[in-house]
Antibody, heavy 122, light 107 residues
Framework: EVQLLESGGGLVQPGGSLRLSCAAS????????MTWVRQAPGKGLEWVSG????????YYADSVKGRFTISRDDSKNTLYLQMHSPRAEDTAIYHC???????????????WGQGILVTVSS | EIVMTQSPATLSVSPGERATLSCRAS??????LAWYQQKAGQAPRLLIY???TRATGVPVRFSGSGSGAEFTLTISSLQSEDFAVYFC?????????FGQGTKVEIK
């Protein structure tokens, strides 16, 4: 059974930093591209970032480009999202999600974690 | 950026009835369109990918159709567990985008 468990969320001040982690199990993590998708309170879904197998390719939404960094550690079956200089508008539940392919091209999330809340506020 | 527009925002349906949800893209996404179901407090669940292929374990009452810029998710006979929010998602172009969701509620 595919399981994705996010951690590292919480309250962060604007301009601070926070690192989210996503521990994966139930599949061969290194073989698949992974993504982060967020959901602001009461809002819809926003794709944030994606990383291909072995980290060869990364993509970011314009809203986070230059501030967030996605990475993965295949030896630990873990996906990360480093958030630098977060803003109030980054407040959301952050879901990590697996895709069914090694590459991000033409791929979509097929399994999702429950999500972790990040609140950006002073 | 491709804008995904879902309609209606809310759909009131009686159990056993058919529900038809629409998703329109601001430009063609070919068949690179997925549908997700989300219940309150839960992670989204993949229902349909490739516009019309049911994901593993998804009941046959869920069906997807369309290509290009117009898509439809049909739930043939609503069950109590189907009342939820449904999102469409295009994965044809960067950045990936989602529709704003259609809430299917009990009439």
């Amino acid at each position: 059974e595919v399981q994705l468990l996010e951690s590292g969320g919480g309250l962060v001040q604007p301009g601070g930093s926070l690192r989210l982690s996503c521990a994966a199990s139930g599949f061969t993590f290194s073989n698949y591209a992974m993504t982060w998708v967020r959901q602001a309170p009461g809002k819809g879904l926003e794709w944030v970032s994606g990383i291909s197998e072995r980290g060869g390719s990364t993509y970011y939404a314009d809203s986070v480009k230059g501030r967030f960094t996605i990475s993965r550690d295949d030896s630990k079956n873990t996906l990360y999202l480093q958030m630098h200089s977060p803003r109030a508008e980054d407040t959301a539940i952050y879901h990590c999600a697996k895709t069914p392919t090694p590459l991000l091209s033409g791929s979509y999330p097929d399994y999702w974690g429950q999500g972790i809340l990040v609140t950006v506020s002073s | 950026e491709i804008v995904m527009t879902q309609s209606p925002a809310t759909l009131s349906v009686s159990p056993g009835e058919r529900a038809t949800l629409s998703c329109r893209a601001s430009q063609s996404v070919s068949s690179n369109l997925a549908w997700y179901q989300q219940k309150a407090g839960q992670a989204p669940r993949l229902l349909i990918y490739g516009a019309s292929t049911r994901a593993t374990g998804v009941p046959v009452r869920f069906s997807g159709s369309g290509s290009g810029a117009e898509f439809t998710l049909t739930i043939s006979s609503l069950q109590s567990e189907d009342f939820a929010v449904y999102f469409c998602h295009q994965y044809n172009s960067w950045p990936r985008t989602f529709g704003q969701g259609t809430k299917v509620e009990i009439k």
